[in-house]
């Protein structure tokens, strides 16, 4: 399943805020390795006590991470449980959750591409293995480079990893899924289990929020406003750049089966040519 870590092998340091029923704390971890000791960069999120009883669900989203390796896929070192606390033990990523970044920072439109292509790759992974992640969010997008824009090139080009699902939507219960619109999948808030299909309109929500700048999705609509959002088919407002609003309509299509394959989602990604206008405007050759 996943490697257990001993409570006094972590270093707990400062809290980083809060994911969905868990708190996040910067930490390390230290191992011992013939008589050396080498501590880890780590981050240590911790189940909230309300849901304990969500622990084997917490634990089961460890787990998946631990069993498949990806360059996009986030390291979970390990859990451990401590009195009443359990307790996940990450790699430490460098710049933190995506829809956080985009609020802070501007970023040219090849960067926001870059990080969809790397989104759509990711996803053609788990697609070909048959593994449904279940939580694709800007939120659970963690920026391990390019979070810095004034480095150099190669270090300013961003570079995700996803971050562990969460506790699963049949642990969660109906209002706090409705919460999730609009990135879960109308036919998972039917029948409350993920489809392989799901993903896909996940990634087009992602889509949106990352070509929005962070901007949340629906905000303002309560859960009922929500619920009506999907009963009447309704779709996100689009975006300027035309090619993207329709990869992202097609993406969240309501009926599963015609949504896009993550192959044909990359040749899209790949077609896509940034608008001239973002190239005259970054080399200043068109008057402000
Ligand atoms: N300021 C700042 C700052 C905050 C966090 C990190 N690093 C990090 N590493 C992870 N492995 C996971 C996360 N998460 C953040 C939200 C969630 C919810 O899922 N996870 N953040 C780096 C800088």
């Known amino acids: 399943q996943f490697h257990m870590i001993k409570h006094e092998d972590l270093i707990w340091k400062e809290s980083l805020g809060q994911g969905s029923f868990t708190q996040i704390y910067r930490g390390g971890k230290v191992d011992r390795q013939d008589g050396e000791t080498h501590t880890t960069d780590v981050l240590l999120k911790v189940l909230d006590v309300e849901h304990k009883n969500s622990w084997e669900s917490f634990f089961e989203a460890a787990s998946f991470m631990s069993q498949i390796s990806h360059t996009h896929l986030l390291m979970v070192y ?6 009443s606390k359990n307790i996940m033990v990450q790699e430490f990523v460098k710049y933190g959750a995506l829809d956080l970044y985009l609020k802070r920072s501007s970023v040219s439109l090849s960067w ?5 292509k790397q989104l759509a790759c990711t996803l053609n ?6 593994i449904v992640h279940g939580n694709i969010c ?13 480095s150099e090139n190669s270090e300013n080009s961003p570079f995700i990893k996803l971050s562990d699902p969460g506790i699963s939507m049949a642990m969660l219960g109906k209002e706090v899924v409705l919460d999730r619109i609009p990135w879960v999948a109308p036919e998972v808030l039917e029948k409350l289990e993920l489809g392989q299909q799901c993903d896909k309109w996940s990634f087009g929500t992602t889509l949106w929020e990352i070509f929005n700048g962070g901007e949340i999705p629906l ?9 009506r959002f999907y009963d009447q088919r309704s779709q996100l407002p689009c975006l300027e750049w035309a090619e993207l609003a329709d990869l992202i309509s097609q993406c969240m299509q309501y009926q599963a089966e015609l949504r896009p394959s993550s192959r044909s989602i990359i040749r899209h990604l790949n077609g896509l040519i940034t608008p001239d206008y973002e190239v005259l405007h970054a080399s200043g050759s068109v008057p402000e």
């Open 78 to 83: 390990g859990v451990s449980v401590h009195k």
């Open 125 to 130: 992974f788990l697609e070909e293995k048959n």
């Open 138 to 150: 800007a939120k659970n997008l963690l920026l391990a480079r390019g979070g810095d824009p004034n």
């Open 219 to 227: 905000q303002r609509l309560d859960p009922k406003q929500k619920q």
């Open 112 to 116: 926001k591409l870059d990080v969809a």
